[in-house]
């Protein structure tokens, strides 16, 4: 039998010179030392218990004032429903009943 043809890839060789590229360093600032407060210690921990009360006020009177807004929108609602009772009662022997609603320029609702 005869030998088998053989099929071989030519071997190149590149000689590129290519270098791999520089990775950029990066320094931090040397550590700073703790600023030194002007005030002492205790100074500062009343400022921030008196900022800390004044906050608690303040909330506490928004919290009124919601609380306030939110009686006046349940009045208002309440009101809307008594409303709504009185238009569908008037509506109730009109044309269209209380869906459609036909009235009169005049009726004032």
């Known amino acids: 039998m005869p ?4 099929a071989s890839t030519p071997k ?3 000689d590129l010179d290519v270098k791999a ?3 950029p360093s990066f320094s931090s600032p040397a550590p700073e030392s703790p600023k030194k407060s002007l005030e002492p210690q ?9 900022a800390k009360d004044k906050f ?3 909330d506490n009177e928004a919290k009124a004032l919601e609380q306030k807004a ?7 609602k309440a009101a809307k429903k008594q409303a709504k009772d009185a238009k569908d009662d008037a509506c109730q022997t009109r044309a269209g009943g209380k869906v459609l609603c036909i009235r009169s ?5």
């Open 21 to 23: 590229p520089s990775v």
């Open 12 to 14: 190149l060789s590149y």
């Open 70 to 76: 939110d009686d006046a929108r349940q009045v208002a």
């Open 42 to 50: 205790e100074v500062r921990d009343g400022k921030a218990r008196s």
């Open 56 to 58: 608690k006020n303040l």
């Open 105 to 109: 320029l005049g009726s004032g609702y």
């Open 3 to 6: 030998a088998a043809p053989s």
